[in-house]
């Protein structure tokens, strides 16, 4: 992929959809294949955590129309900048980075994001990593010269 190369609608639509429906129903995984090992997680603070995280985020009113506006926001603000370095990378921690947040907040949607999630734009495609470790998917590839 060239140094040059943006995000072009197609990636940006597949992204906000991604974003969208994992927001209906996030993941909350800190622990990945580390589960289980009292070492990762002494006393099951983690683990707690995480189900707390559930248990808010089952209790969200979802609505429809501000998923749609956020994914509507999302792919607005992907399309065309940079698929490379920070702009090309979008992730969660335990919160949202600012491009998530800030079509969050224009779609007025308040949602939790699924923590430890990230997303790459590389030669057409999209990549997730969805939880603590997971390795990244391809969610898009697009067909060069199709």
């Known amino acids: 992929m060239g140094s040059d190369e943006r995000i072009t609608q197609p990636q940006a639509e597949a992204a906000a959809k991604w974003w969208a429906?994992?927001?209906r129903n996030p993941k909350f995984d800190t622990l990945g294949e580390t589960r289980g090992d009292q070492r990762s997680d002494p006393g099951g603070r983690v683990a707690m955590a995480?189900?707390?995280a559930t248990v808010m985020a089952a209790q969200q009113e979802p609505n429809d129309e501000a998923f749609e506006r956020?994914?509507?926001?999302l792919a607005k603000a992907l399309t065309g900048i940079s698929a490379h370095g920070y702009a090309g990378h979008i992730s969660v921690d335990y919160g949202p980075c600012a491009v998530l947040s800030d079509a969050a907040n224009a779609a007025e949607l308040k949602a939790l994001f699924p923590w430890k999630t990230h997303m790459t734009?590389?030669?057409g495609g999209v990549q997730v990593s969805y939880g603590y470790g997971a390795p990244y998917k391809e969610?898009?590839?697009e067909?060069?010269?199709?």
């Open 21 to 23: 429906d994992a927001l």
């Open 50 to 52: 995480e189900v707390m």
């Open 70 to 73: 956020f994914a509507v926001a």
């Open 121 to 123: 734009f590389n030669d």
């Open 139 to 141: 969610i898009l590839l």
């Open 143 to 146: 067909q060069k010269g199709a």
